[in-house]
């Protein structure tokens, strides 16, 4: 397999991994300890619940923003400047994270911060995720896609491994210790991450496909006027495509963390390890569903992981509350392991939906439109409804529709061929 292919791919994951890091260190902390360190003392646990997943949301909201802003620079000026800079933004915002006074030490201007710098983090998500999978994609050959592709997925899983597993020794120190200094340890370790993602990242060649796309424009229209007056019935398809792949995946980590150590009082030690133990397998599983992909059709597998997530969508709930180490971790690991299938694939489907000249933008509003929607919203609305009905059932019954609409979008989804890349020097390919 070609270098730059190999190259593309490495960068994809070390970047993603880096991003999705500083994207769910804040989401773990928002289930553990923000609701009690940025909101005045006395609020009850389910309100301060709520207003800690309030601020998780806003970078949910930020990431359709991210997606117009990056996508317009990587699809006019260039998809690796794009990412550099989605790094750079992610870094600075994560550290600035850990450096950030309670509202026992600055009253309401805690919280406005908090939200500020989750802003700029979805922001930098927003713009990272199109250009990474756009960089493994369009530099992969034509039989493997898929597979290089889920390069840039395996951050999520890899991203999570890291913060849960963080959050978990953390938590071993007891919970005075994990909310007076220990939560600030994983956003100032991300500095260092973010050093080594930019080595890796400024070795990449810029795409392939971008280069012969700008060659061979001659129209000024601007990226996101051409995305939406071209595609955009397509983007609402890829919309409707990812419910599951982002939002249900949330809602079996971040709502499950709070709803487990919440509502059933279960030790968040043995939750967080459930979780670390689970982006592990999702992890190591993910390149394989996608190379499954290559050989059997993306859109298949996908469709397979879609049926099983709605299968195992009420016992991965209820085993929570059986205290046992062994089957609380077995479900959790299979429910990633089948989400894997929903979401490897999910970035060669997604490339391939849009033709190159605004496929940056395309795919970027796509993902991050669904992210805010499903994936900034779902702890919110499923703590609501077990708030509302008292019961799990209604969480069950959302994650179930929610893989009914996403096999419906996904069904007759268009297809682009990119050409194969031409055979070039790194330097001529902007290296």
């Not at 800690?52 to 909201?61: D, W």
């Not at 950030?100 to 922001?123: E, I």
């Not at 597998?301 to 929570?320: E, K, R």
Request: charged content about 10%; overall charge positive; hydrophobic content about 55%.
């Amino acid at each position: 397999m070609n270098t730059p292919a190999r190259r593309a791919a490495l960068a994809a994951f070390v970047g993603t991994t880096i991003e999705w890091y500083d994207f769910y260190a804040y989401a773990t902390a928002a289930s553990l300890v923000f609701g009690t360190l940025f909101f005045p003392p006395g609020t009850s646990p389910f309100v301060g619940l709520m207003a800690s997943f309030a601020t998780y949301a806003v970078g949910f909201l930020a990431r359709p923003l991210g997606g117009v802003v990056f996508g317009h620079f990587g699809d006019r000026v260039g998809r690796k400047a794009a990412l550099v800079t989605t790094l750079l933004i992610m870094g600075v915002a994560t550290f600035a994270v850990g450096l950030l006074p309670t509202y026992a030490a600055v009253g309401a201007l805690a919280p406005v911060l908090l939200v500020v710098l989750r802003f700029a983090q979805g922001l930098a998500v927003g713009g990272e995720w199109g250009g990474a999978v756009l960089m493994a994609v369009e530099h992969a050959p034509a039989k493997n896609k898929t597979f290089f592709g889920s390069f840039a997925q395996l951050g999520n899983p890899a991203g999570a491994l890291l913060a849960t597993g963080l959050f978990g020794l953390l938590s071993g120190y007891g919970d005075a210790a994990l909310r007076d200094w220990g939560w600030r340890l994983p956003f100032l370790l991300s500095a260092v991450l973010v050093l080594v993602g930019l080595v890796v990242r400024l070795k990449v060649a810029e795409s392939p496909v971008f280069l012969r796309a700008r060659a061979d424009t001659t129209s000024p229209e601007l990226p996101v006027r051409a995305a939406l007056r071209g595609s955009w019935r397509t983007i609402l398809r890829g919309i409707g495509v990812l419910p599951v792949a982002v939002g249900g995946y949330y809602i079996v980590t971040t709502f499950l963390l709070g709803y487990a150590t919440t509502d059933l009082k279960v030790d968040e030690r043995l939750v967080l390890g459930g979780l670390t133990f689970a982006s592990f397998v999702e992890l190591v599983a993910t390149v394989g569903l996608a190379w499954l992909g290559d050989r059997f059709g993306a859109r298949r597998v996908v469709v397979v992981g879609l049926v099983a997530v709605a299968v195992l969508a009420a016992p991965q709930f209820l085993v929570m509350s059986s205290g046992s180490t062994a089957l609380i971790f077995t479900v959790l690991a299979v429910m990633r392991l089948v989400l894997a299938a929903t979401y490897g694939p999910i970035a060669a489907v997604l490339a391939q939906m849009f033709p190159p000249a605004a496929r940056y933008t395309s795919i970027s509003l796509s993902y991050q439109v669904a992210g805010a929607i499903f994936g900034g919203f779902s702890p919110l609305v499923c703590t609501a409804l077990l708030a509302a009905f008292g019961g799990i059932a209604p969480v069950v019954a959302l994650l179930v529709l929610m893989c009914l609409v996403s096999i419906g979008c996904l069904v007759g989804a268009p297809r682009f061929h990119d050409p194969a890349p031409a055979a070039r020097t790194e330097e001529a390919a902007g290296a």
